[in-house]
């Protein structure tokens, strides 16, 4: 009832920059917040940054300085600019975000993921 949907991820040099994009539809009352997530190859699903419906971001350490979060309310879509990519950011990014369906129920989602290859 309630979809996710990531954009952006593709193949990118060391030092270039990407950035992702994750917009949500469906029947939604409200987004408390939207964020992303991170799932690198024979690797367990890592938090990556998040951003409130009032604008507070959070972090994950091995994010912070390279890694922006923002979001466009009336488009309920949340972006992940990435900048000084390194090989160790090849994952597949997933968009995730806590929301109020019309049901009033709320719940977290998850989009299919976006795939970001970091390679020369």
């Known amino acids: 009832q309630v979809q996710l949907v990531e954009s952006g991820g593709g193949l990118v040099q060391p030092g270039g920059s990407l950035r992702l994009s994750c917009a949500a539809s469906?029947?939604?009352?409200?987004?408390?917040?939207m964020g992303w997530y991170r799932q690198a190859p024979g690797k367990g699903r890592e938090f990556v940054a998040a951003?409130?419906?009032?604008?507070?971001?959070n972090y994950a350490d091995s994010g912070k300085g390279r890694f922006t979060i923002s979001r466009d309310g009336a488009k309920n879509t949340v972006y992940l600019q990435i900048d000084s990519l390194k090989p160790e950011d090849t994952a597949v990014y997933y968009c995730?975000?806590?929301?109020?369906?019309?049901?009033?129920?709320?719940?977290?989602?998850w989009g299919e993921g976006t795939l970001v290859t970091v390679s020369s």
């Open positions: 951003i409130t419906s009032g604008g507070s971001t």
């Open positions: 995730n975000a806590d929301i109020t369906a019309t049901s009033r129920n709320r719940r977290p989602y």
């Open positions: 469906g029947s939604i009352f409200s987004i408390n917040a």
